[in-house]
């Protein structure tokens, strides 16, 4: 990125409007669990997080479009980012391939580890035949054949996830666990575990009634409901807190379970919590419609102060412990919390034919270890950037 790249992001993050996103890859991951999980409950195969996904559209960062919604807010800055600091020093990053243990022509890295050293992701045909692959400093282990659609991994290396039925696993040590449905729910899903081996997710009944659910690594046949009925749990981070929802609030629950709500951006009648890393959470708010669907813009919360920032940005795919967004505009960007940012390389190999040919699913907490793919020939292809700061 150039020095007036990094103006443009820092100008954007303070005034500009947000631009309508349009069609991305990133969004079609998030919403393909969104409706898996439904489909599940009422006993439908699911359709992978992939499936349907095609040619990937622009999207455009710092178009002039019109605010989603009467009365836009101003952009706000989280009060702990809009102090004075000492610049950071500049970061060099490089793309390489992760090794294919087994074929398939969608194989993409959807998430790493806070420390970068274990990725996760999906190889298959973007059907109900993925094989899920955890790749430890480069090295690839293809789980059991009955593992689908990984979730998260943790620093431990363990990997969580759903399969098409709404059971859900856990790989731990070289085997195949599953995780307790409580009495009562048809289905889980399983969104993220932390280091301390607490994995998070969410129970539903066949009428979408639903509560959110705390399991662990260490006894997975034992659970806890979290909050109230109406609750669901989609990210947790090393210290045990919490994120998800309540209704239609964004919600937080600290490690002792005591909960509070989020703050929604004014202007705005709900939000959904999607992740959370170190004080950091990221999620989304409806704006306005186009072409009758209604566009989800992104959100940040600075979860030890409470401020919740409305992203410029057509959306964001992931969260880093240390505040930076891994920004959805067609390439691959990492946006700090000061506005400084980084577009990231591609492979010299590869034709770029149109925005969209790379895509970002997951950043380690300190920001320097990227995971995602590359579309070419209509093929999805897992990679790592790997960032070192100077």
């Not at 997951?362 to 990679?383: C, H, K, W």
Request: proline residues 8%; positive net charge.
């Amino acid at each position: 990125m150039t020095t007036v790249d990094d103006q443009r992001i820092a100008e954007l993050l303070r005034s500009v409007p947000v631009p309508e996103p349009r069609v991305d890859l990133s969004r079609a991951v998030r919403d393909g669990r969104r409706r898996r999980q439904r489909r599940r409950v009422g006993g439908i195969a699911a359709l992978t997080v992939l499936a349907g996904v095609g040619v990937v559209g622009a999207v455009q960062v710092g178009g002039t479009t019109s605010p989603p919604v009467p009365n836009t807010p101003a952009i706000a800055v989280s009060p702990a980012v809009t102090g004075s600091a000492a610049p950071r020093p500049p970061v060099t990053c490089q793309a390489s391939w992760l090794p294919q243990p087994v074929g398939g022509p969608v194989a993409v890295a959807s998430g790493v580890d806070p420390t970068g050293r274990h990725i996760v992701g999906d190889i298959g045909t973007g059907r109900e035949d993925g094989r899920v692959v955890l790749w430890t400093d480069g090295r690839p282990v293809v789980l059991p054949a009955t593992a689908r659609h990984a979730a998260a991994v943790n620093t431990r290396g363990y990997v969580v996830g759903t399969n098409g039925d709404g059971t859900g696993w856990l790989y731990r040590d070289g085997k195949l666990r599953v995780l307790a449905t409580p009495p009562g729910y048809d289905a889980v899903l399983v969104h993220a575990v932390n280091g301390r081996g607490d994995i998070v997710g969410t129970a539903r009944k066949s009428d979408d009634s639903h509560q959110a659910v705390l399991w662990s690594t260490d006894h997975p046949q034992k659970y806890r409901l979290i909050g109230q009925r109406g609750s669901s749990a989609t990210g947790i981070t090393e210290d045990g807190t919490i994120v998800g929802t309540v209704g239609d609030r964004p919600y937080r629950w600290t490690p002792r379970g005591v909960g509070a709500a989020l703050a929604v951006p004014d202007g705005y009648p709900r939000a959904s919590v999607d992740s959370a890393r170190g004080e950091w959470a990221i999620g989304m708010v409806p704006g306005g419609r186009r072409s009758g669907a209604v566009q989800m813009l992104p959100v940040r919360w600075n979860l030890a102060t409470g401020a919740v920032s409305l992203l410029p940005f057509p959306g964001a795919s992931g969260i880093a412990g240390n505040g930076d967004v891994l920004v959805v505009d067609g390439a691959p960007l990492v946006v700090a919390p000061d506005g400084t940012s980084r577009r990231l390389p591609g492979q010299p190999e590869v034709r770029v034919t149109e925005a969209g040919t790379y895509t970002a699913e997951g950043i380690s907490d300190d920001g320097l270890t990227v995971v995602g793919a590359v579309y070419e020939n209509q093929a999805y292809r897992p990679l790592v950037w790997r960032c070192n700061r100077q």
